[in-house]
């Protein structure tokens, strides 16, 4: 049996949790009344397809995941538009990624349609969960672990595909004001060849001693190429932008680098307003120059949690203001035009919305 042809088992649970309050939102504490779950073996494959009440998991204390690392994960939103339907936005890359996620970590793949069709019909369960205050959202977290009881360093041959919702609130608590990063110099995230372009923990667990150590009010620190420690790769959370003299410019694929969702739709969108935008390696050096000599006009975060993060002051050598410290114009417009496309307030040019209530009567079974 394909995952296609899989039905998905539902459990629902008998009284539901009480909902936060939307002013109330942290981001990631809460978590909505269902999950999906499904269990791959060498001999089975990906098998039991299951939406249940979200609980705690049984899992043996020699599994894998806990010694080996072996887990990827992805981050992705539902949203509410104005007639009440629940949307969401490039999910199909999500599920691209996970992929090739999980070749790097030796995890087998997933059947992408299958999984967009799982999280579709996990949202339209707890789709009452979704908050409708402006900026809010449903944060969804699919992520594989290995699963299989034992020590030895080899692939595992069990693991757990799961997704779990939370609704959630702005990323950071300045929302889309302008943050403060930090540059770090002597710790690094990854290196081309390890697990960079991977999304998986480890790169994340390696990112949080440069954090901790970060000087207080910065909200995340920009990480350098590996190797000669002069690049710009990413920041801890998000793909970075520098409008420098009017150009663009965002760090190239690299190997190491997170291919961002939100990294390539600001591209797409820059193209489509005929912004001049590169992808191109550059230089601490190369933007302390431009902020010296006045062209370094803005810089900005791209990624699913924040959307568009605006950076104030950079530090690197001095505490460099970025635009006065403001807001920048192409942030703003970004921003404003990414988010006005996941509500479904503007027309959407680019197919970029998967409606999550147009589930078709061919598509998942669901039997309680």
Partial sequence: MTNEQQSIRVNLCSSGKEKPQADQLAFGRSFTDHMFVMDYTEDEGWHEARIVPYAPLMIDPSAMVFHYSQSVFEGLKAYLNDDGEAQLFRPQRNFKRMNHSNDRLCIPPIDETFALKAVKQLVSIDKDWIPQAEGTSLYIRPFIISTEPFIGVAPSRHYQFMIILSPVGAYYEEGINPIKIAVENDYVRTVKGGTGEAKTGGNYAASLKAQEMAEEGIAQVLWLDGVERRYVEEVGSMNIFFKINGQVITPALNGSILDGVTR???????????????????????????????????????????????????????HMEINDGQTGAIAKSLYDTLTAIQYGKIPDPFNWIEKVDDIGENTLKATN
Avoid at 296 to 312: K, M, Q, Y
Wanted: aromatic share 10%.
């Fill in 264 to 318: 390539n739709s600001v591209i797409r969108l820059l193209q489509h307003w005929n912004v001049p935008v590169e992808e191109r390696k550059i230089s601490m050096d190369e933007i302390y120059q431009a902020y010296q000599e006045g062209t370094l006009e803005e810089a900005f975060g791209a990624g699913t949690a924040a959307v568009i993060s605006p950076i104030g002051q950079l530090v690197w050598q001095e």
